[in-house]
């Protein structure tokens, strides 16, 4: 079991920037693979990013709507994931959640399957 954490969510206006935060903790085996995901009033959950943290290597990827404006990164010695949103778009409102998995380093990929999930935390960006 793996619980997740979210928060940093608010209301910006559009153009502004929040950094969200993901704690992992209460886990055996830490999730190689941690992803942030979007879920808007009517509409299907959107993955957006994600991390790959593996003995040798690691990597980031996104999703076409928010690459160029958002950055994943890892603190590894707080076990915290954030996401760091800039130029905040009113589309972008939604509620974010973090989701994690392990899994093999091709597999992790934003929109991945994650198997552990936060409560979420809401972005509202108003135009």
């Known amino acids: 079991q793996v619980q997740l954490d979210e928060s940093g969510g608010g209301s910006v206006q559009a153009g502004g920037s929040l950094r969200l935060s993901c704690v992992l903790s209460?886990?055996?085996?830490?999730?190689?693979?941690v992803g942030w995901f979007r879920q808007a009033p009517g509409k299907e959950r959107e993955g957006v990013a994600s991390s790959y943290s593996g003995s040798d290597t690691s990597y980031s990827t996104y999703s076409d709507s928010v690459k160029g404006r958002f950055s994943i990164s890892r603190d590894n010695a707080r076990d915290t994931v954030h996401l760091q949103m800039n130029n905040l778009k009113p589309e972008d409102t939604a509620q974010y959640y973090c989701g994690a998995k392990s899994v093999p380093r091709y597999a992790c990929n934003h929109g991945f399957a994650a198997d552990y999930w936060g409560k979420g935390t809401l972005v509202t960006i108003s135009s």
């Open positions: 209460a886990y055996t085996y830490k999730p190689n693979c």
